[in-house]
């Protein structure tokens, strides 16, 4: 059974850090690029970070470049997202995804469940 499993949410301060981990299972993912996605309360899902199949492409939304890197060990099947100089603005679920190299969420064939981040003032 294909499933995503994402971990290292939590509550920090503006200016802090925290990393995100998503760790598939069920399937091999070494060839497909995958991808970071967040969604505030009342708002859609907005595109964050993707990384194509060797890691060797990435591409950020505005909103993140510069401060959050996507990275990938597909020995483990993993993805993350180092996110760094957090911002109240940050604050969201997170949701990783399999898929295209692309920034649509259609995309993207998989979903992790999502993991709660808050970024305080």
């Known amino acids: 059974q294909v499933q995503l499993v994402e971990s290292g949410g939590g509550l920090v301060q503006a200016g802090g850090s925290l990393r995100l981990s998503c760790a598939a299972s069920g399937r091999t993912f070494s060839r497909y690029a995958m991808g970071w996605f967040r969604q505030a309360p009342g708002k859609e899902r907005e595109f964050v970070a993707t990384?194509?199949?060797?890691?060797?492409?990435?591409y950020y939304a505005d909103s993140v470049k510069g401060r959050f890197t996507i990275s990938r060990d597909n020995a483990k099947n993993t993805v993350y997202l180092q996110m760094n100089s957090l911002k109240p603005e940050d604050t969201a679920v997170y949701y990783c995804?399999?898929?295209?190299?692309?920034?649509?969420?259609?995309?993207?064939?998989?979903w992790g469940q999502g993991t709660q981040v808050t970024v305080s003032s």
């Open positions: 995804a399999v898929g295209q190299y692309r920034i649509a969420v259609a995309a993207y064939d998989y």
């Open positions: 990384i194509n199949w060797s890691g060797g492409s990435r």
